[in-house]
């Protein structure tokens, strides 16, 4: 079964540009999870939404950032303008809301840099 | 204080040696647990969910103390491969939010 993807893997761009990664979750789940770790700061939930609808966004740094999730396959992450502090590996992740125990599970990562 | 809380370590144990690592949350009305792993750059990965009567996977166990609000992990005959951060996590059922300890550093040496 195909896990949670991510793309790209890897993105280097300048300071200013506009950034754009995608996850596709795990099909039949209903929580999608945006997180970015650092050294600095660990790993850190930025939003995450339920059937598609954004639930808590408090994590979100800043009106730079924007997420959406368009259907139940498809979510994006923005950052618009791109500045060097958001350098960081930026995970998805996804899992299913019903019952106990039901695990988290990540995406391979974006690994953003920001020159 | 912290929801979740985790010595950060470095463990630096042997192979061979037995290491357990606990862990303690603030939330009593937590109903779901878990240990992730994470290597180096790599994601958090599931290593087993935290079941109340406690459970074993080969030389991994964990164990869940509601009363005293904590969780631990055992890691028998440790492995050069088990070199890795070790990640609680426990799920606030009120947000559905999954709360992440800052993890435990393991080191095993040769």
């Known amino acids: 079964d195909a896990g949670v993807i991510q793309s790209p893997r890897h993105e280097v761009t300048e300071m200013g540009q506009e950034v754009t990664l995608r996850c596709k979750p795990i099909s039949g789940h209903d929580y999608l999870f945006w997180y970015r770790q650092t050294m600095m700061r660990g790993l850190e939930l930025l939003i995450y939404?339920?059937?598609?609808?954004?639930?808590?966004d408090s994590g979100m740094p800043e009106d730079r950032f924007s997420a959406k999730m368009p259907n139940a396959s498809f979510s994006t992450l923005k950052i618009q303008p791109s500045e060097p502090r958001d350098s960081a590996v930026y995970f998805c992740a996804s899992s299913f809301g019903q019952g106990l125990n039901q695990p988290q599970h990540f995406g391979d990562g974006t690994r953003l840099s920001i020159l | 204080r912290k929801e979740v809380e985790q010595d950060p370590g470095p463990f630096n144990v042997p192979e061979g040696a037995t290491v357990a690592f606990n862990c303690t949350y603030s939330n009593s009305a937590s109903q779901s647990f878990f240990w992730y792993r994470q290597d180096c750059r790599k994601e958090p990965k599931l290593l087993m969910s935290?079941?109340?009567s406690g459970n074993e996977d080969g030389r991994f166990t964990a164990q869940l103390n509601r009363a005293s609000q904590y969780i631990s992990l055992l890691i028998r005959d440790s492995k050069l491969s088990d070199s890795a951060t070790y990640l609680c996590v426990v799920l606030d059922s009120g947000t559905y939010k999954y709360i992440f300890g800052t993890g435990t550093r393991l080191k095993v040496l040769a």
């Open positions: 939404f339920n059937n598609n609808v954004p639930i808590d």
């Open positions: 935290v079941y109340s």
